[in-house]
């Protein structure tokens, strides 16, 4: 059972930037898939920006050249630096691994951008 807990959510203005971290009660150097989502409300939740096992990354188009993902094994943590931050960015956001064929998620963080 992998266990994770999100952080770096809060109340940002338009243009401003957060990380957020996702940190994993094991060592995530096997995971297959480290992921954040997000889910607005009254709106399905999306696949924000995903990294793999080998480092490669997939995004959003509407995130793109926006935020940035990121692992660090040493800490066993999943990063997730937004700038650029527009109000349609507001939601909560999760974190998603995927390791010996299950999924587990996170709690997730409130991320709240004023216009």
């Known amino acids: 059972q992998v266990q994770l807990v999100e952080s770096g959510g809060g109340l940002v203005q338009a243009g401003g930037s957060l990380r957020l971290s996702c940190a994993a009660s094991m060592s995530i150097f096997t995971f297959d898939l480290m992921a954040w989502y997000r889910q607005a409300p009254g709106k399905q939740r999306e696949l924000v920006a995903a990294?793999?096992?080998?480092?490669?990354?997939n995004y959003a188009d509407s995130v793109k050249g926006r935020f940035t993902i990121s692992r660090d094994n040493a800490k066993n943590t999943v990063y997730l630096q937004m700038n650029s931050l527009k109000p349609e960015d507001t939601a909560v956001y999760y974190c998603?691994?995927?390791?010996?064929?299950?999924?587990?998620w996170g709690q997730g963080t409130q991320v709240t951008v004023s216009s």
């Open positions: 998603r691994v995927t390791a010996w064929g299950s999924d587990y």
């Open positions: 990294i793999r096992s080998g480092g490669s990354t």
